[in-house]
């Protein structure tokens, strides 16, 4: 298949699609995600061909350093691993009490940070994807000293979200047999470890992203998880200006 990428990204959308129609009120909070994933596309410059050699839409990572590829798989991606943990546990974010700070300044900082040590990593000679999953898990890490209760929300969020990302790249190795072992490059650390066929990189870097995307807009925009109300009792206030 020439352009495996865009069926996985593609695949990436349908858990979100689905938590999108079943939970209305975590629609503000996947929004916010998608626009703090996009300079994440960005970096995709660092991975290809370096870690990997998909066929893009109209050549753009050869012209740009990343394609529209790019953007639906991380768009598809914020949206689950950000909504995981509140779906299966029924947690809804309600807003933190007090002052807050600006909260679009504070996700910037934050994603800022993220990549900047994304790239400290790098220059110390650390491979593309690890040098990824540890500067989430860092940044992530380091909200969670400062807000301790979402320690056990950003664990399950990366247990949940490494599952299904496993199980996407399940469905994606049926559809396209062969494809790791065509597009992926072997390993620096893990060479030729597998899980069910789907590199064990891939997996390390869904539990940086769940862990990151459960933790990260809870402290960014002010939010904590609380139970979810049943059906037929009134909702919770959404966080505020989450439009």
Do not use: N, Q
């Amino acid at each position: 298949m020439t352009h495996a990428f865009l069926l996985l990204s593609l695949l990436f959308l349908v858990p979100g699609a689905v938590i999108w129609r079943a939970r209305p009120d975590l629609r503000p909070l996947m929004r916010r995600m998608a626009v703090v994933s996009l300079p994440f596309a960005t970096t995709e410059r660092l991975f290809y061909p370096r870690y990997w050699t998909p066929k893009f839409l109209f050549d753009l990572a050869d012209h740009i350093g990343f394609g529209v590829e790019d953007v639906l798989f991380l768009v598809g991606l914020s949206a689950f691993s950000s909504t995981a943990y509140a779906v299966v546990f029924r947690r809804a974010p309600v807003p933190c009490a007090g002052p807050r700070a600006r909260p679009w300044p504070r996700a910037a900082a934050g994603v800022a940070l993220a990549l900047l040590a994304a790239g400290a990593l790098l220059a110390a000679g650390v491979p593309v994807l690890y040098a990824s999953a540890a500067a989430m898990v860092a940044i992530a890490a380091a909200l969670v000293v400062a807000r301790p209760d979402l320690l056990v929300p950003g664990l399950l969020g990366a247990l949940l979200s490494a599952a299904l990302y496993l199980g996407l790249f399940l469905v994606f190795g049926a559809l396209v047999p062969g494809v790791f072992e065509r597009t992926w490059r072997p390993s620096v650390l893990l060479p030729g470890r597998t899980l069910l066929g789907v590199p064990l990189d891939e997996i390390l870097y869904g539990l940086g992203a769940g862990f990151a995307a459960t933790v990260f807009p809870a402290w960014a925009f002010g939010f904590r998880f609380e139970e979810a109300p049943r059906a037929g009792r009134p909702r919770g206030r959404a966080p505020r200006g989450t439009g």
